[in-house]
């Protein structure tokens, strides 16, 4: 996936823009994996968009996982779950 991103990074980066990984379910949305692509990429443009909504099964772990991804998160959608 860092591989994938990548030059998606770096596009965004020459015109000024950030890349939020978004949690939408599955590998991809889960906190620990997103966070890994972001170490891996080492890219300052590079954030997480973490949306409760699509966080049901994460909710026993939440704390842990607020505070795994506040380094790295740049929006943190509340939907009244």
């Not at 015109?15 to 889960?30: D, P, R, S």
Request: net charge neutral; glycine share 10%.
């Amino acid at each position: 996936e860092a591989a994938r991103i990548k030059p998606i990074a770096e596009a965004a980066a020459k015109i000024g823009c950030t890349v939020g990984l978004y949690n939408h379910g599955g590998w991809f949305g889960e906190p620990e994996n997103q966070i890994a692509i972001i170490e891996t990429l080492k890219m300052p443009n590079v954030g997480i968009v973490y949306n409760l909504h699509h966080g049901h099964s994460q909710l026993d772990r939440l704390p842990e996982l607020i505070a795994k991804m506040k380094p790295y998160l740049l929006a943190f959608n509340l939907n009244g779950m």
